[in-house]
């Protein structure tokens, strides 16, 4: 039972590179969700989608871009990266976009920009 | 201000005591909450969610109150395993969880 499936697990990078995330999940959730995780902070949501064909800003999406390509898989691209994006990235999953519905983590990516 | 705030800890307990711990969170039409689970560099998993009247799940507690806008969670019997770091995470709108920083627990032998 997979769940949310992140590509890769790590990942360096030199500045100005760039690079796609991939996400899946096998729940036939409606919603997706893009975090990122920095030391003692709390998980900030970069982008959602609610549902397929539909994406949003979250809190922290300068430098993000993203794709839901169909209903199972949410992708996020760094187009040119920057050492302040060297994090944990989560991808997360729900029934729906509504907050009373918890969200499914996959386990991460972790990235570097050098 | 945060919307979501937590003693970082951390709580180092010996095996079977209790330890409890709380967060507040700023939005007071926030209407879903829940504590997750994070073990060291993991990803984050739902460990409850936190009803109005108080809920319990085996040896955890959690309560909410509105008034004060803070959420408790209380580990009885604690075991080894029970260590972790977790994260109070409050709904303040639709499409929208906010997660507190997390609070680290330590069970010792």
């Known amino acids: 039972n997979a769940g949310v499936t992140q590509t890769p697990k790590f990942q360096v990078l030199k500045t100005g590179q760039s690079m796609t995330l991939q996400c899946a999940q096998d729940m036939n959730h409606n919603s997706m969700y893009w975090y990122r995780q920095d030391p003692g902070m709390g998980l900030r949501l970069i982008y959602y989608?609610?549902?397929?064909?539909?994406?949003d800003k979250g809190e922290v999406p300068n430098g993000y871009n993203v794709s839901r390509l169909n209903k199972r898989e949410f992708s996020l691209r760094l187009e040119s990266a920057a050492p302040s994006q060297t994090s944990v990235y989560f991808c997360a999953s729900s029934e729906n976009p509504r907050g009373n519905q918890p969200q499914h983590f996959g386990d991460g990516t972790r990235l570097s920009i050098l | 201000r945060k919307e979501v705030e937590q003693d970082p800890g951390p709580f180092n307990v010996p095996e079977g005591a209790t330890v409890a711990f709380n967060c507040t969170y700023s939005?007071?039409?926030?209407?879903?909450f829940f504590w997750y689970r994070q073990d060291c560099r993991k990803e984050p998993k739902l460990l409850m969610s936190?009803?109005?009247s108080g809920n319990e799940d085996g040896r955890f507690t959690a309560q909410l109150n509105r008034a004060s806008q803070y959420i408790s969670l209380l580990i009885r019997d604690s075991k080894l395993s029970d260590s972790a770091t977790y994260l109070c995470v409050v709904n303040p709108r639709d499409y929208k969880l906010s997660f507190g920083a997390g609070t680290t627990v330590t069970v010792r032998a």
């Open positions: 989608s609610a549902s397929e064909g539909t994406t």
């Open positions: 939005n007071s039409a926030s209407q879903s």
């Open positions: 936190v009803y109005s």
